[in-house]
């Protein structure tokens, strides 16, 4: 169950990298609604929420939602997302994969493609086609 896990994982990575470098870094602040998060912003949160996720999800470590300030450079957020990804996966590696954790997995993975689908519309709303989603 741990390899299919990490085998998941592994692949909402490297999609969620390609939707972000896909966005020329100079329309990171781009955003198609007054009413909605920048590509940054929206970025940013796919970042927080993975290691909320772990904290409360995979690690059982009850935290509050308290968001830091967002990155404020495309290079900065693609490596908070990086930075992300990597906690999360140590965590996978280290943790007992019990009914909870599984769960929490999935729902984390469910948070990503949530807003990463959201993220893939802001490269069209841009003109700029989406990287091939592969599993």
């Not at 972000?20 to 929206?42: E, G, H, I, Q, R």
Request: with cysteine.
């Amino acid at each position: 169950m741990k390899t299919q896990l990490l085998s998941t994982l592994e692949n909402a990575r490297q999609y969620t990298l390609s939707v972000a470098a896909a966005m020329p870094a100079a329309d990171y602040a781009f955003k198609p609604d007054t009413a909605v998060w920048s590509f940054n912003d929206l970025l940013h949160h796919i970042g927080y929420g993975i290691l909320w996720w772990n904290e409360n999800y995979i690690r059982q470590q009850p935290a509050d939602w308290n968001p830091p300030a967002a990155t404020k450079t495309a290079a900065a957020t693609q490596a908070y997302l990086t930075k992300s990804f990597d906690i999360l996966q140590k965590s996978i590696e280290k943790a007992d994969t019990d009914e909870k954790v599984i769960h929490g997995v999935y729902a984390t993975l469910d948070h990503i493609a949530h807003h990463r689908g959201q993220a893939t519309t802001y490269l069209r709303c841009k003109g700029i086609t989406p990287p091939e989603y592969t599993f």
